[in-house]
């Protein structure tokens, strides 16, 4: 049982919405932690672009796509919370960061009178997303609150074992 009163509890359920999100995305993901380290911060942290640079260049659809995805799982920490409070306030635990990143990420893609309505259609998504994966939210919720880290490996495990 999730118990949002703790707060590595909350940290967890926000950092494995992340993880999910991005495994079943395809974006790669380095690592999670909720480690309250010097900068007091615990964190998910995500691979490089798949492709280099030239390749981008020569496919602009596809560094959008990239680009989308990534906006989802910056997202999918405050959809993960949401799912639990019912709330989607943007001061809740490590939330104000990730929208702030979401939103510039998202005005390099759409005109400016899209942004919000683009963010809000991704948090829509990402919750879907992470309703449906639900079990693999815990699974890694669990294995952070029991190891308080995880790399790479361990990660995509967790959420490819469909029960």
């Keep these: 049982m999730i118990d949002l009163s703790d707060p590595r509890s909350h940290a967890a359920v926000h950092e494995a919405g992340h993880v999910v999100a991005a495994v079943v995305l395809g974006v790669d993901v380095e690592g999670a932690s909720i ?11 995500l691979g490089p672009l798949p492709h280099p640079a030239a390749f981008y260049l020569a496919n602009p659809l596809a560094l959008r796509e990239e680009m989308e995805k990534r906006v989802l799982v910056l997202m999918a920490g405050w959809a993960a919370v949401s799912v639990l409070t019912g709330e989607y306030r943007r001061s809740s635990f490590g939330c104000e960061r990730d929208f702030e ?14 942004v919000i ?7 829509q998504q990402v919750r879907g997303l992470l309703l449906s994966r639900w079990r693999e939210v815990e699974s890694v919720c669990d294995y952070l609150l029991e190891h308080e880290s995880a790399v790479r490996e361990t990660l995509v495990d967790l959420v490819s074992k469909r029960v």
């Design 35 to 45: 480690t309250q380290g010097a900068d007091d911060d615990a964190r998910v942290l």
């Design 101 to 114: 990143q979401a939103e510039e990420l998202a005005k390099r893609l759409y005109e400016p009178e899209s």
């Design 117 to 123: 309505s683009c963010l809000n259609r991704s948090r």
